[in-house]
C-alpha cells in the first residue's frame, strides 16, 4: 500500500512566548533564507514550505517550526487548506532560557517535542529531537530528530508502533539542576541530578542542563559549542511483560533508531557493562538523519523498577574525538 503524503503549511501567528521578530530570526536560521523572504511569508495566512512528504518528514518539519516558535498545519498532499478556526486560548509559556549553573558560558538554545501514543496504553510515544537549531555552528538545520525512542510498551507486546501528528511541548521546572562534587577520571566536578534527584550524570563543568534535547527525559546535558550531547531516559518496567529483560529492551532501542534514520550501521557491537553494580549494556550506532551523519553511543540499564537508556552523541566527522568522553558521561549515571 503507498504511504500517505502529507503537505506542511507555516501559518503567519507566533506562538504564545515569542514575539514575531524572533519568530522571524529563527525561521530565517531554519530555512536559510533572508528576513524579507520570511516576512513576506509570514504576511499570508499559511504558506505551504513542503509538499508531498511522509509523516516522520512530515512531523519533523513541524517540530522544527513549533521550536523556532511559529505554528505548523499538516494537511493530505494536494487538498485544500480548511479555513483557520478562530484565535482559542494561548497553550502555556514555554521557558526559553533554561536555568542553568552560573559559571557556565550561554549557549544557543536545543529543542524538544512530544507526542502522544493513541493506542489506549498510556504510554508516550516520544521523539528526541537534538537542538542544534539556530547555533548556526555548521550550518545544521533546526531539528536533528533521533525517532529511536519510540511505543516500547506497545511494541513489546508485538503491536505496531502508533504515531500522532499532535505534539505538546513541555518544559520541566527543574531538569538540569546541576551540584558540585567531585568526579574521577577525565570528567571535571559537573554533577546534573534527575528532577527527583534520584539519578545522575557527572560531565565536564563545560556542559550545561540542556532539558529540551527531550521534554520526557530525566536528565538532560550538552555542550552545544563541542556538538556533544547526552540524555537519559526513564521506563517503568511495569509497562513491558514480566519477562523483558535488558536484552530485549537494547534490541527495541537499536531497532527504533535503525527504522527511523537513513544508512544506519552498527559502528560498535554492543558489549556488556556493569555500571554503579546495574548491568548494562553499550554500543556505538550511526545514522544519517536529514542529511546529517551523528553516532549515538548508546546505554543501557536495568534496575528492579525501570529501564533506563543513556544517548550520548555527536556528529560522525568528531566521534573519533569525542568518543571516549560520550562513553565516560554514559558510565557516570548514578542511581541515588
Request: hydrophobic residues 40%; neutral net charge.
Amino acid at each position: 500500500m503507498t504511504e500517505k503524503r502529507l503537505d506542511v503549511y507555516l501559518l503567519a501567528e507566533p506562538r504564545a512566548g515569542f514575539d514575531r521578530a524572533t519568530l522571524v530570526r529563527n525561521l530565517a536560521a531554519l530555512f536559510k533564507k533572508d528576513a524579507p523572504t520570511i516576512e513576506k511569508m509570514l504576511r499570508k495566512t499559511r504558506t505551504l514550505v513542503k509538499a508531498g512528504v511522509d509523516a516522520t518528514t512530515a512531523a519533523k518539519y513541524q517540530t522544527a517550526i513549533q521550536n523556532a516558535g511559529g505554528y505548523c498545519e499538516i494537511i493530505d498532499h494536494g487538498a485544500t487548506p480548511a479555513p483557520l478556526a478562530p484565535p482559542v486560548a494561548a497553550p502555556q509559556v514555554i521557558s526559553v532560557e533554561p536555568q542553568v549553573a552560573t559559571e557556565l558560558p550561554s549557549v544557543p538554545e536545543a529543542a524538544a517535542t512530544k507526542v502522544l501514543a493513541a493506542d489506549g496504553s498510556g504510554v508516550w510515544l516520544t521523539r528526541i529531537v537534538v537542538g542544534v537549531a539556530l547555533l548556526g555552528l555548521v550550518g545544521l538545520i533546526a531539528a536533528v530528530a533521533l525517532p529511536a525512542y519510540q511505543n516500547y510498551a506497545a511494541r513489546a507486546k508485538n503491536q505496531p508502533p502508533v504515531t500522532s501528528a499532535e505534539n505538546t511541548q513541555h518544559t520541566k521546572a527543574s531538569s538540569g539542576d546541576k551540584q558540585q562534587e567531585p568526579a574521577t577520571g577525565l570528567l571535571t566536578n559537573l554533577r546534573t541530578y534527575s528532577d527527583d534527584k534520584t539519578i545522575s550524570l557527572t560531565t565536564p563543568s563545560s556542559w550545561k542542563g540542556e532539558r529540551r534535547l527531550n521534554p520526557e527525559a530525566a536528565i538532560g546535558v550538552a555542550n552545544l559549542r563541542e556538538n556533544v550531547y547526552a540524555v537519559v531516559l526513564r521506563e517503568n518496567k511495569t509497562d513491558f511483560g514480566g519477562t523483558f529483560d535488558l536484552q530485549r529492551y537494547s534490541e527495541l532501542i537499536a531497532q527504533g533508531l535503525e527504522k527511523s534514520t537513513q544508512e544506519f550501521y552498527v559502528q560498535e557491537a554492543p558489549r556488556k557493562l556493569n555500571i554503579g553494580g546495574m548491568a548494562a549494556q553499550q554500543a556505538a550506532l550511526a545514522a544519517k538523519v536529514d542529511g546529517i551523519k551523528i553516532i549515538y553511543v548508546i546505554t543501557t540499564l536495568e534496575t528492579a523498577e525501570h529501564f533506563y537508556v543513556i544517548y550520548a552523541w555527536t556528529l560522525a566527522s568528531q566521534f573519533a574525538v569525542q568518543h571516549v568522553l560520550l562513553k565516560q558521561v554514559s558510565e557516570s549515571f548514578t542511581v541515588h
